[in-house]
């Protein structure tokens, strides 16, 4: 039998129709691969209150293949050069821009457009430089706007625009006052970095000289007939040191005292809290003085009239007493009852502080010479506690109070003093114990050597 003969025509039409399939498969395969990347790693816009923009940025390894609209602001803004150019250089450490925001969701317009006109078309919402006055607002427009921010930050606060309209600030700004400070002023603008960035001027270390920018400033300041030397007497406090030289974040800078969007002067009669906040002890002490009348009937600050404010010192014993340096005397006279106090109530904190030193000097010594005495050494912390306890109960300005705890700390002083002697006693007795042992050995010693010599001498 013939075979049939193989129909090679068919087979190269059927080929063609085969190659003509994959190519249409492969360029629509090439057309849904970016399409569906763009999708994924595009920005999701929303509308929001006000002229921002709310975008809901999701970095990903694809997004960098994605197809983005252009941004006109940033294309231009690059090839300037100084202040124009400077937008966009700074934007890079932007706490804003971190988030996905750009140019358009602060300052409104189109960034899509090439025309600058367009671009920055008033219609479109586009607000270049706001005027100081409209800062707030301006800011504001998602600040201000709970569920905005949720999106980004939900623990943020939205209060600040309106806390900031009670400011002493704010109040200046509403009068149209163009030099006093606003949100930009404290926080930047284009390179805004996060409260805990050690880098940004609202962070705590940062603070002082943030605010002396204005405050420290002669010139500057003139207008408002204001002391400028209170971020140079800040440096020499003990504040300054504890947060500047320590690092204790705890410690109080100027918004700690003044407040920071709703900044205000404390007045009078809001000293003290301000002081309690931190030192509540002193402040509950203080409430209950018999000074606490006399100084509101003077309308005096409270803890001013003894510490200061910008440039507090650490407190010293020396503060309280009679002497040329002691506070009291700034009030108190020579022969009236407030005088007397004072003079009694140092004696009683320098009777316990002499005890203290004694002892422990003592114990120490014991413990250098090797004794045990680290029970008494632990008992003499009390003494201690009641030390301090003795310099807070100051602030009460009653002797009874004071001796109710200083004399308690005298007894255990004492009697960690007598410990001491008891083991430096033990001590001599061991030594003296020791010079008699030492002594009947080297007696039998010498017996022994002579009966040696003695048997010695007999064999011979």
Excluded at 25 to 36: F, G, H
Excluded at 97 to 103: A, E, V
């Amino acid at each position: 039998m013939t075979e049939d003969p193989i129909d090679t025509s068919q087979g190269k039409i059927g080929g063609r129709k085969e190659m003509k399939r994959s190519a249409i498969l492969a360029l629509l395969l090439s057309c849904l691969v970016p399409w569906s990347l763009a999708q994924s790693a595009s920005p999701t816009v929303t509308q929001a209150t006000g002229p921002a923009r709310e975008v809901d940025r999701r970095p990903s390894a694809a997004a960098s293949l994605a197809l983005k609209k252009p941004d006109t602001c940033v294309a231009c803004h690059t090839q300037m050069e100084g202040a124009l150019a400077a937008p966009v250089t700074q934007m890079q450490d932007d706490v804003h821009h971190q988030r996905g925001l750009s140019c358009a969701d602060c300052h409104g317009g189109d960034a899509s457009q090439t025309d600058p006109v367009l671009a920055m078309d008033p219609r479109k919402g586009f607000v270049g430089k706001p005027k100081p006055k409209a800062v707030q607002s301006f800011c504001g427009e998602c600040h201000s706007n709970a569920d905005f921010m949720k999106k980004y930050n939900p623990s943020l606060r939205v209060d600040q625009e309106a806390e900031y309209k009670t400011s002493v600030h704010g109040k200046l700004v509403a009068k149209g006052d163009g030099k006093v400070a606003t949100c930009i002023s404290c926080h930047g603008f284009h390179g805004v970095r996060a409260v805990k960035d050690p880098n940004a001027p609202v962070y705590p270390t940062q603070v002082a000289d943030t605010c002396g920018r204005c405050h420290a400033s002669p010139d500057y300041m003139r207008p408002y007939s204001i002391p400028t030397d209170q971020v140079a007497k800040y440096h020499t406090s003990v504040h300054a040191e504890a947060l500047l030289k320590k690092q204790d974040l705890s410690a109080p800078t100027c918004n700690d005292c003044h407040g920071n969007h709703g900044a205000a002067p404390p007045g009078v009669t809001s000293v003290a809290n301000v002081c309690g906040t931190c030192h509540s002890r002193q402040a509950e002490l203080f409430q209950a003085s018999p000074h606490k009348p006399v100084f509101d009937a003077m309308q005096l600050g409270e803890c001013l009239v003894c510490h200061g404010n910008h440039d507090i010192r650490p407190p010293t014993d020396e503060m309280l007493g009679v002497s040329e340096r002691a506070a009291c005397v700034r009030c108190h006279s020579p022969g009236d009852t407030g005088f007397q106090s004072a003079q009694v109530m140092r004696q009683g904190i320098d009777e316990l502080v002499q005890h203290l030193h004694q002892a422990q000097a003592l114990l120490d010594r014991a413990a250098r010479a090797g004794m045990e005495v680290s029970r008494a050494k632990f008992e003499l912390n009390d003494a201690h506690d009641k030390l301090v306890n003795a310099r807070v109960v100051v602030h009460s300005f009653s002797l009874a109070e004071l001796q109710e705890v200083a004399k308690p700390g005298v007894e255990v002083a004492r009697k960690a003093h007598q410990s001491g002697l008891d083991a430096l006693a033990e001590l001599q007795f061991r030594r003296k114990g020791l010079a008699a042992s030492l002594l009947v050995i080297l007696l039998a010693v010498a017996a022994v050597y002579w009966k040696v010599r003695e048997i010695e001498g007999r064999s011979q």
